[in-house]
């Protein structure tokens, strides 16, 4: 790809060991190997950086991001690498800045429930720490024991308590980010409201490391429910129990999650696992419902107006599951790992009301494209992932091009019917064709001027979401 961006000179490195110590700047082979891609397995998304710099203090970032600018080569901010829109991956190669060194709760105030962190946290204990002082960090995606904030914030990572909650972005309540110029601004407030000035730390969260680097987050902690249960309610009829959700939320009952594996998704992962679960042999799919209460008696009494509308709306079985049925679900990607490692994660999003329609037309889309697909859903929100599997062994490229005729087809009619192509995965530099494609020109001309505006340069995070112009 041609561009304007300049290589990674002997005299950069010198400036970049200069700023944050020689031992934190590696060039050697087996390191840039390892950050040739995240999450994706797919082999021709893979490029390796010229460099990996392990920033320790906000201000390392501000002089590497300066000094970026100065020679104006390409950054690309990185958390965890679990991401799988390759977000993460450095297209233009450059610099990779990994933030796992800027890893502190810097603050736990269980008083008044907020904690402040640095962008490597890994989100499972920012959520252990939290449950130690009766408080939950709300923000729960599938891979929170593996994931990091800084890239939840920068992706908006949804996960499993978004019915209740919402997503990442619902936890902040501030941001300090490094532009991409280099400046070091703070943004938000820890305020219940606020009418003063352009929302930045929203704008921010979810634009996937193309505006700035996060480099501290202050988020908001909630009251730990002390009560709970899991239902699984059991379904031969897939549009009943896409039905369910919106019946859920609009009797009232305020679930946690609202969560649905299909049929082929749980013999996946219960052989993964090797556990039994009922009715899964027999070819069930299940909807997997998380209440949770702060009294005892509205816990027993929503979990029998669950069990009343499940079955009215065409459940064969409800039973009370163990934490075991989140082992489940979130084991869910490690099995399709392991039978292909290129999965293809979709993600697209539709009004609730709308799941049925567009599920409706996969069995036409898997045989028009001759795809194995195993199905789960964070069906609470409309957002469905699908999974295209590659158990015919076809190369990387054919792969990869089988998926591209897949989306052209796919993502329309999502958008037909009022949807999005990704929920919580983000755009990066996997979709950022079709998503270009996809959304009008004016709301794109706006994305681009906000990024022009932001990083004269386009350095930072290049080639994601937007092409680089
Ligand atoms: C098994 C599995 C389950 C998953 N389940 C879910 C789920 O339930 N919900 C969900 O939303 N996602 C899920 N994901 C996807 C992924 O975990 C999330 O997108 C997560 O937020 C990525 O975090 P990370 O720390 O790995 O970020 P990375 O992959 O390192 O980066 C993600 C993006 O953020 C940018 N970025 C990273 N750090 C910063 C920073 N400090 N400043 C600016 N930009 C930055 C990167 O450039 C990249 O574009 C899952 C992934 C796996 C493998």
């Avoid at 962008?119 to 891979?143: C, F, I």
């Avoid at 990091?148 to 949804?158: E, R």
Wanted: glycine share 8%.
């Amino acid at each position: 790809m041609q561009t304007h961006f300049n290589p990674v000179t002997p005299e950069v490195l010198a400036a970049l060991r200069q700023a944050v110590g020689d031992k934190y700047v590696k060039t050697d082979e087996d390191c840039l190997t390892a950050y040739q891609t995240d999450e994706e397995g797919n082999s021709h998304f893979f490029q390796k950086p010229e460099v990996v710099v392990f920033p320790g203090t906000t201000e390392e970032v501000a002089q590497i991001v300066k000094l970026a600018n100065t020679y104006v080569v390409p950054i690309t901010p990185r958390a965890a690498g679990t991401g799988v829109a390759c977000g993460a991956i450095p297209i233009y190669k450059g610099i990779v800045v990994e933030l796992e060194r800027m890893n502190k709760i810097l603050t736990l105030d269980a008083e008044n429930m907020y904690a402040v962190c640095q962008p490597g946290v890994l989100t499972g204990d920012l959520q252990r720490e939290a449950k130690k002082y009766g408080l939950l960090y709300a923000g729960d995606p599938s891979s929170s024991d593996s994931c990091q904030i800084g890239g939840n914030v920068a992706n908006n990572a949804g996960g499993n308590k978004a019915v209740r909650y919402g997503t990442t972005r619902h936890q902040i309540y501030s941001l300090q980010v490094v532009t991409p110029t280099g400046e070091i601004v703070t943004v938000g407030g820890r305020l219940q409201k606020c009418s003063s000035g352009l929302c930045l730390e929203q704008l921010i969260a979810g634009s996937e490391g193309i505006l700035g680097i996060i480099t501290e987050i202050t988020l908001r902690l909630r009251p730990l429910p002390p009560y709970a249960f899991n239902m699984v309610c059991v379904f031969t009829d897939d549009t009943a129990a896409f039905a369910l959700p919106n019946k859920i939320l609009k009797a009232g009952i305020n679930p946690t999650s609202i969560e649905y594996m299909d049929r082929e998704a749980l013999q996946m992962t219960c052989k993964f696992l090797d556990m039994s679960m009922p009715h899964v042999q027999e070819g069930c799919s299940y909807v997997i419902v998380t209440v949770e209460t702060f009294d005892e008696a509205e816990l027993d009494r929503k979990m029998e107006q669950l069990c009343d509308l499940a079955e009215q709306n065409g459940s064969i079985d409800e039973f009370e599951a163990d934490k075991r049925i989140w082992t489940l679900r979130k084991q869910f990607a490690e099995a399709a790992r392991n039978i292909d490692k290129m999965y293809q994660a979709e993600d697209f999003v539709v009004p609730l009301d709308k799941i049925s329609a567009i599920t409706a037309q996969l069995p036409e889309l898997r045989e028009k494209y001759d795809l194995y697909c195993v199905t789960v859903a964070h069906i609470g929100d409309g957002n469905i992932h699908v999974l295209p599997l590659n158990n015919k062994g076809l190369s990387p490229e054919a792969w990869f091009e089988k998926i591209k005729e897949f989306h052209r087809d796919l993502f329309p009619r999502v958008y037909a019917l009022g949807g999005k192509m990704s929920g919580e995965h983000g755009i990066g530099y996997k979709k950022r064709d079709e998503f270009a494609r996809c959304t009008s020109a004016e709301e794109l001309q706006l994305i681009r001027s906000i990024k022009r505006a932001w990083d004269p340069k386009q350095i930072m995070n290049p080639g994601k979401l937007i092409a680089v112009e």
